[in-house]
C-alpha cells in the first residue's frame, strides 16, 4: 500500500474539496450530524476549516491525527479546541491491522495460515507515547483487533494507569477481541472501547476460519461491554463499512446485516437492546469526545442537530428497521438535507 501511495500524485486543493464536500453530501443523507474521523491529516484539517469558514462544511467533525513525530511535534503544545465545527480532539495510534486480511495481531496463530498478524505497537515506542501524551490535554486512540494487540494496549495503559486521568477519556477502538486478562484490565482503567457493529455481521461468514470457535468466543463482545457497563460509542469504520446509522444499528441489536436481514445472526448473545443502541449513536459518541453537554441529546442547552426518519426506530420491526428512511437531516437547527 505504501509503494503504491508513493506513486501516486498528491492530491490538489480542488481534488480536497471536491472529495469532502462529495463526502458530506453522502453523510447528510444518511442523517449525519457529527463525524468522529479517526485518522485526520493536517492537510484535510486545514481544508475543512477554511470550507467550515466559507459556509460550505455542516458536519462536526471531531478528529484524532496519526500519532507520528510529525503531528505531535506540531500539535502537542497546544491546547485541544473547544469551539468550532472541527475540532482536533487527540491522536491514533495502530497496534495491528484487520482480521480479514490476517494483519490483527494474535496470540496464537491464525486457523487458516501460520501468521500471528502484525505487531505494530511493541517496539514502535508505545511506552513512551502513553506518557508523552498523558502529560497533556490530548486524548489518545489506539486501534485493537486482535486478542495480543488489546493485551498489549491495556497492559501498557495499566503500567502507567496513575499517569491517565479519567477525564482524558481515552479509546481502545474496535475492542474486537477481548481476552479474559484483557477484561479483567479494562475494568480497572478509565478507557472508553469504541465498537463498530457492522463489523461482526461483515465478517460473519470468514471469521471462524481465521480464528476458530473458541476464540470467537471473546471476539466481538457489544453486548458484554453494555451489561459492564461501560459508555460504547458505536461507530462505522467508513469506508471500510457503510456510514448508514441505520446499519450500525440494526446489525447492533439484531447481529445481523441489514442488507442480509435473513441470515443468521452471529453471536446473539451480544446483541444491544434498541434504547442503549440508540445511545451508542448519540449520547455515548458525545461523551467520547467530550461534547456532551452540548451534543447527543434533545433539550434547549443542546445545540438543535438531529435527524428526521419515517420509523420509531424503538419500536419498528425488523422489516420496517430495513425499510426506514432519512427523511431530513439538521445542523444548528437548519435544515442541511431533506
Known amino acids: 500500500m505504501e509503494l503504491v501511495k508513493r506513486m501516486m500524485p498528491a492530491p490538489t486543493e480542488a481534488e480536497i474539496e471536491r472529495r469532502l464536500l462529495h463526502a458530506q453530501t453522502i453523510l447528510l443523507r444518511h442523517g449525519i450530524t457529527a463525524f468522529t474521523d479517526a485518522l485526520l491529516t493536517n492537510i484535510e484539517y486545514e481544508r475543512l476549516c477554511r470550507l467550515a469558514e466559507e459556509g460550505k462544511w455542516h458536519i462536526r467533525i471531531f478528529g484524532y491525527l496519526p500519532a507520528d513525530e510529525q503531528h505531535l511535534s506540531q500539535w502537542l503544545h497546544k491546547q485541544p479546541s473547544q469551539e ?135 471476539a466481538y463482545p457489544l453486548g458484554s461491554l453494555v451489561r459492564a457497563g461501560f459508555p460504547v460509542p458505536l461507530g462505522t469504520d467508513v469506508p471500510v463499512e457503510s456510514p448508514s446509522p441505520l446499519d450500525t444499528l440494526f446489525s447492533a441489536v439484531t447481529r445481523r446485516s441489514r442488507q442480509l436481514p435473513k441470515f443468521s445472526p452471529i453471536l446473539l448473545s451480544e446483541q444491544m437492546p434498541p434504547e442503549e443502541a440508540m445511545m451508542g449513536m448519540t449520547l455515548w459518541p458525545a461523551y467520547a469526545v467530550k461534547a456532551e453537554k452540548y451534543l447527543g441529546s ?41
Open 298 to 338: 434533545l433539550s434547549d442547552t443542546i445545540f438543535a442537530d438531529f435527524f428526521a426518519i419515517d420509523h420509531n426506530l424503538l419500536t419498528v420491526s425488523e422489516e420496517g428497521m430495513c425499510e426506514a428512511q432519512v427523511l431530513m437531516t439538521v445542523i444548528d437547527g437548519k435544515i442541511i438535507f431533506s
Open 84 to 218: 468550532g465545527k472541527i475540532r482536533i480532539c487527540g491522536f491514533k495510534a495502530f497496534a495491528d491491522g484487520a482480521l480479514g486480511s490476517r494483519g490483527a495481531w494474535l496470540l496464537a496463530p491464525y486457523e487458516d495460515a501460520a501468521t500471528t498478524g502484525l505487531d505494530l505497537l511493541s517496539s514502535s515506542g508505545f511506552d513512551d507515547l502513553v506518557k508523552r501524551l498523558a502529560a497533556t490535554p490530548w486524548q489518545l486512540m489506539v486501534h485493537a483487533i486482535g486478542d495480543a494487540a488489546n493485551e498489549y494496549v491495556l497492559e501498557t495503559f495499566f503500567q502507567h494507569r496513575h499517569l491517565i486521568q479519567p477525564e482524558a477519556r481515552w479509546r481502545l477502538e474496535h475492542a474486537q477481541m477481548l481476552t479474559p486478562k484483557s477484561w479483567e484490565l479494562l475494568r480497572q482503567l478509565p478507557v472508553i472501547p469504541s465498537i463498530q457493529p457492522t463489523h461482526a455481521t461483515s465478517d460473519k461468514e470468514w471469521v471462524t476460519d481465521r480464528i476458530g470457535k473458541d476464540r470467537l468466543q471473546y
